[in-house]
């Protein structure tokens, strides 16, 4: 498998969009930093990209529960905390919405109304769930459960 090289990739993303996303088209190039993927490449291996974006994309799972029980519950200094790590590993994995989302999330915690952070966190996870399509396509896994 080759990876693409081309910042003008489309994916579509279909049914596995968030609410409100109703079956966006979205250039990878938008959802997914091609720089970012040919870094990590180059720093570890072709091969190893797919294991890693999937133990990625398992941990940002995670996150999203934290961050959407820590919404629920008003609990802004979790959101400040999750939403500061999620902003460092998005870069990482060159999600460029998620990244700016999760840093426009940890600045309103920490502003003097961050009860503003909490309408925040849907828009994060809806962008979470678009990238997540074209990361995991960029990375060559498929949806069939064999990744």
Known sequence: MTPRNTKDDSISAGGKAAAG???ASASSAEWVDADSIERLIEDTSLDLL???????IDELGEQVETIETASA??????LERESH???SSAAIFGLLRVRESAERLNIACRSDEPENALPLVPVLVGEITLSIVALRERAGLTDNGAD
């Open 50 to 56: 797919p294991r890693m974006v999937g133990i990625f």
């Open 85 to 87: 790590v999620m902003k």
């Open 73 to 78: 519950e008003s609990d802004i200094a979790l």
């Open 21 to 23: 996303a109703d079956n």
